[in-house]
């Protein structure tokens, strides 16, 4: 090890502990008892008349109380286990670690490293590696299990037709079947169509499956900036990103200390760790693109196959016959991996190194299984540039790309944009399933105006919301900060808490068998006045909790239910009550729309009877707090 | 008058003053010179070799500082003049204000009362009163005008080729014209498909057009609370949201003083003014449903005609026979007008009075211009509940009431929901133009998902840029705090800004004409590094700059375009540049995805001496700029 190391250095802080009412429980799938798929189930009151809720669960063991956080060990390495068990990949000694890994960092600035070295695995030659591979040869591994029992949201079958025809959903040819096994996530895997992002190296993931016929997935942004944060602030909000929901989480870190604090967020990361090796390649020839090679480049590949990044962002459509389209954008090239690949090939006026070497990078992430997340380099950085030739030449290319990195048994996904005005999304959406054979698309947003900074987490979670009904994998999260400046811990949960809106609302309007669950429980409990519930049931309980507090007054809201303000608890009970009396009295209670003059006076008057003695003080209590917590 | 006031209470202080980098201008229209037809001017920083970008601009005299705002005195009311000078109406002496019209409060509690009383105005029989009148009998009036060149942004014709083609729209039947003419204005009104809500007796109003086939609107709701507002605030939460730009507001109140507070909004509110004249019906039968009558309801109407209540929510579409409809529920009846109608059929066993005096009720409302909203009692409250049969019934019910109160010469729009997964939004909007023949149809929201309480702003601001862009004319704004407590000013000014976010999502998408043009001015001063360019012309330039100043190192952010970070503050514009004489080298610049190889050597070779030439460095500090600004 030659890694310049300060171990005066604290060990990062992380937040721990259950969501509120919440606690930890496993799935053992039928397939594979000795697995542990985490979920969280949602605790309700007493006396709520229904059971509690389980939801998933990306927060890993931070949540569980059960388990000792020990940042500075890492995460239990579990799943080591299940990569030697199926074979085929050998331990060797690493890649010597050099000083311009972490950007030639002095030891007084360099971060404390990361406490033990784990020698790496690679795959052999003639050995099936990757989730893919296994896939194709009708093998199902434990991942796929894991997977499997994770997107069932705890059930543990089909569910009844009653709350099965919830799904009436509009799901533009995805297929999300009404149970998930593991034989349907392998045969989505196998036929490209979804991806398990899994390292071989990173031993201490939990896996999730990305694929337009699964849950919507987020991924949460986050890295460190030579001038703003540290090692300790990026673990801190790896942690903060998954317990709000983050499904994979991107270290964008430039600058120095950069090696290291990728592995302090690797050794206790749960979730897929994605990376731009661009990035990392340009730090290593102090920043000039000019002078990237394709060995330097490898070479990061490298290292970061071994420290087990489970995706690689690879900008290999950004081809030197693509770059004059740019030319009268409104915003031209804005991505950063764009950018530098666009100054290479034209400084050089070579095609793209990623390009023309793309067989060798593809062999090389075979034996780690690293996933490709083709980057969109070309992405448009405005709605002016949105759905142009050069975006959509760039999709192509990584269209031809897909089939090159699926016949050589990798997993694959790919980036989209960006800015794209409503109208523009499902256009984008189709010509990416089209090009790319249904590969995973990987949004980011996209923001459906330019209008708003300060506020593109929403200006992009209205596209992100829509893309995903339209089958769009993953959603990469845009925070409040986005075009102006570095995101804060505050802005990690609000991006984070907005895309879980997002791809929610995306599961519902596909009609995901199971995604209607949450909101009827919150629905009933919003509606019976169990207000704890309806918190805990939200995306953010502790906000919800104190923006109510904030507007009662004191004495009101410490007890729990309302009885002080809405005389008993089930008042506003009392008014369905009332209607489904009412509705019961009818000849015929399924008919609609019909006159009912002459055809249930007697009920009508019954009815009218029993209003009066039921005492209409009730009906106007409920009323009363109902409005009170109703934007006026 | 007969109205309890106490003159020690203090007049509402208000926010004035222009937004940042804006000064008021006026359009005057070829049509009516006298007009002045207020826009907002964004005036961009020295050099950046565009015009400056009028907006429209909602906040009334409030950014005007060459107007001496008096709170006490009101408004200026030049609109009378327009009324009277048309003719057809006449001053009378107004109905008395009782003492139940401020929910018999007591002296000590009463709000001061607004300085002065204004005879009100009212249309006389045989005459044409409402703008709907007027434009089916072809004549054009000063608020078809106004709201005529309102609309255009500042154009003065319609924009150049070049321009116009940037509105690629997908509009879904809607065809907002090239420009917006005094003519198609009124043709608008004729057919019903858009309303100018307009009381002949608010003589303060700015006045507005709401219609698919013109800028897509917003509402901000507010209104006092016996607990925990004033008028005081009231006052200034109107004042407030229509600075950011809500284009009408509702006057929510209920409880004490609530005629004393709508006398004040309306006296200082440029915007239309809306309500729930059912709240206040209430209150003058102390809280009981049972005891309305339509004597109680119809003397409620005939006070807020007066005040000049521009547009009144009517639920006539809670007809008896729906009601059972909501048996099944997860949440039953949600509205709160819903609610109280659906008691007062069901405990009087009779069709509600509302839909069984409509037709006086249009009268009435005639006399004075007063628009309908028909309201949408029966409104899904969870999407378990979303375009069900009980709310398809009524929605059909307001379209035969729509065509009755048109026959009746009235002004017409229809509310609508509240909770609905995106695919079932375009469904509902569809019905809705089927049913009520395109009048122009105003939702809350709709929410897409339940399960965000804290964040329903967001959950329902996807649903509001969804149905905007199927054809809803106005998107009534939900706050944070929607299901938890009373909006607070900075929930008010979060709910507008997200709202004007989903209605302009909503007019891009559509291919509004103009709307493009601040995305783009905004995009190209992002690109360019003009900072304060880029945060004037956003929604919300205080937050923007806020959020760049919280995080740039404080030597640096006094430097308004960068330079100390970036080196040339033209870097950015050098890389665009590059690859534009790049694409110029090229034997046909317009070829796209063909291979260059041994077309362009030449170029390619002039290009990259010209590159090195250059200097690198520029390339790559502002990169790193553009790197430290966006999202790690």
Request: charged share 25%.
């Amino acid at each position: 090890m030659n890694i310049r190391s300060n171990p005066e250095k604290t060990v990062p802080a992380v937040t721990t502990g259950p969501l509120p009412s919440s606690r930890k429980i496993f799935a053992s799938p039928d397939a594979a008892p000795d697995l542990r798929v985490p979920l969280r189930e949602i605790i309700l009151s007493e006396g709520a008349g229904e059971p509690n809720l389980p939801v998933y669960d990306t927060s890993g063991p931070y949540t569980d109380p059960s388990v000792t956080i020990d940042v500075n060990a890492g995460l239990p390495r579990n799943r080591k286990q299940w990569v030697l068990e199926r074979g085929g990949v050998e331990e060797y000694e690493g890649r010597q670690i050099k000083p311009e890994d972490n950007g030639s960092v002095s030891t007084d600035k360099a971060a404390r490293a990361f406490s033990a070295y784990h020698k790496p695995l690679r795959g052999l030659d003639g050995h099936k590696i990757t989730q893919l591979e296994f896939a194709r040869a009708g093998i199902i591994t434990k991942e796929m299990i894991y997977v499997a029992a994770r997107e069932n949201l705890g059930r543990k079958q089909q569910l009844e037709r009653a709350e099965a025809a919830l799904a009436d959903g509009e799901s533009f040819g995805a297929a999300v079947p009404a149970f998930i096994t593991p034989e349907f996530v392998r045969s989505e895997i196998a036929r490209g169509r979804a991806i398990i992002p899994s390292n071989i190296n990173h031993s201490e993931l939990e896996p999730m499956i990305i694929g337009r016929n699964f849950l919507t997935k987020i991924n949460a942004n986050i890295g460190n900036s030579a001038v703003t944060s540290s090692v300790e602030e990026e673990v801190e909000k790896m942690v903060w990103a998954i317990r709000w929901g983050a499904d994979t989480v991107m270290d964008l870190s430039t600058g120095r200390n950069i090696h290291t604090t990728r592995e302090w967020i690797l050794r206790n990361a749960p979730v897929p760790i994605g990376t731009v090796p661009i990035y990392q390649a340009l730090e290593k020839c102090n920043g000039d693109p000019v002078k990237l090679t394709w060995e330097l480049y490898k070479d990061t590949l490298i290292e970061q196959c071994e420290q087990g990044v489970d995706y690689f962002t690879i900008h290999a459509g950004v081809r030197l016959q693509y770059i004059h389209l740019t030319a009268n954008r409104v915003t031209g090239i804005v991505s950063r991996g764009g950018s530098i690949m666009a100054k290479w090939c034209l400084a050089h006026h070579k095609e793209s190194f990623l390009y023309t070497h793309f067989d060798e990078i593809c062999d090389l992430m075979r034996k780690y299984d690293v996933s490709f997340s083709l980057g969109d380099g070309l992405r448009p950085g405005s709605i002016a540039d949105a759905n142009d030739r050069a975006q959509f030449a760039e999709l192509e290319t990584l269209g031809e790309l897909t089939k090159i990195a699926w016949d050589k048994g990798c997993q694959v996904m790919i980036e989209g944009p960006g800015h794209v005005p409503m109208h523009k999304i499902k256009i984008n959406m189709d010509k990416q399933l089209k090009e790319c054979g249904e590969a995973p698309f990987y949004t980011l947003g996209p923001l459906t105006t330019d209008i708003a900074p300060g506020y593109d987490h929403i200006t992009s979670g209205i596209g992100a919301a829509m893309i995903g009904w339209f089958g769009c994998a993953m959603l990469c999260y845009v925070t409040p900060k986005e075009h102006l400046g570095l995101p804060d811990r505050n802005d990690v949960k609000t991006g984070v808490i907005t895309y879980k809106i997002a791809a929610h609302a995306a599961d519902l309007a596909k009609g995901h068998p199971a995604a209607q669950l949450r909101d009827d429980a919150l629905s009933r409990a919003r509606f019976e006045f169990r207000w704890t519930d309806q918190f805990n049931l939200g995306l953010d309980p502790d906000t919800a909790k104190s923006f109510h507090d904030e507007t009662l007054p004191k004495e009101a809201h410490k007890v729990a239910h309302f009885c002080s303000m809405c005389g008993p608890k089930f008042c506003s009970m009392k008014i369905t009550q009332d209607v489904r009396d009412y509705a019961a009295t009818l000849n015929d209670p399924n008919r609609v729309g019909m006159s009912m003059a002459g055809t249930a006076e007697d009920g009508m008057a019954r009815m009218s009877a029993k209003f009066k003695e039921m005492g209409e003080s009730l009906y106007l209590d409920a009323e009363k707090v109902k409005e009170s917590n109703r934007v006026l």
